[in-house]
């Protein structure tokens, strides 16, 4: 009388649990969708570059008299060359704000936007075309002043984003370096309170 066969068929290659498959595992890592990086970010990352880069360092008085000089003599050169361009003596003063919300020290930061509007006005002296006194040349100021509005106010605005971007940065690195001081104060205190450090006799 024949014997039933008792070869059971053989199992496959035990996996340990949570162990995901070759096949699995590379279907799940090509599903998973990128993660793109925010706008905001990558402006963050490129102005701590910018900031990094070895430059002047201006107190607040000094950023606003490096801007009201620059703009004066943008209006005077501006005024004998190209017979007051409005757009030429804009795109300088939007240099110019930028150069100012960089360079200012990080103490003083408030001081660019602030300067901004007066390096403008002082600027536009020279090219006002104001005639006479006193009285006809601040009209003709005024006057330059509302017909050029729109530059003023963007870099104005150029000089309060770069200021609040760079604030932003201060404020982290601050963060970082406390969070740094408490990991390396705990580090020490544990190492001091290990073992082998007991108190020799």
């Known amino acids: 009388m024949e014997q039933p066969s008792r070869n059971t068929p053989q199992a496959g290659p035990r996996r340990a649990p949570g162990q995901v498959p070759e096949q699995e595992s590379a279907t799940v890592y090509r599903a998973a969708p990128r993660r793109s990086t925010p706008p905001a970010v ?4 490129r102005l701590r570059k910018l900031q990094q880069v070895p430059g002047p360092r201006l107190t607040g008085l000094g950023c606003g008299l490096l801007s009201m000089l620059a703009m004066l003599t943008t209006g005077v050169l501006d005024d004998l060359l190209l017979d007051g361009s409005s757009v030429v003596y804009g795109l300088v003063f939007l240099v110019v704000c930028v150069g100012g919300g960089l360079w200012v020290r990080p ?3 408030i001081t660019a ?6 390096a403008f006005t002082v600027g536009l002296q020279p090219i006002s075309g104001g005639e006479g006194g ?3 040349q601040v009209i003709a100021v005024f ?3 509302a017909l050029q509005a729109g530059w003023l106010y963007a870099g104005t605005a150029t000089a309060c984003l770069v200021v609040a971007l760079r604030k932003v940065l201060v404020l982290s690195d601050r963060a970082a370096a406390r ?3 408490a990991s390396g104060g705990v580090a020490d205190r544990g ?3 290990g ?7």
């Not at 990558?42 to 990352?45: A, M, T």
């Not at 073992?195 to 006799?201: E, F, M, Q, V």
């Open 134 to 136: 006193f009285g006809p």
């Open 195 to 201: 073992p082998g450090r007991g108190i020799a006799p």
């Open 113 to 118: 936007p602030i300067s901004a509007p007066i």
């Open 143 to 145: 006057t330059q002043l």
């Open 179 to 181: 969070r740094r001081g």
């Open 107 to 109: 103490n003083d930061l």
């Open 191 to 193: 190492g001091s309170t």
């Open 42 to 45: 990558v402006v963050l990352r």
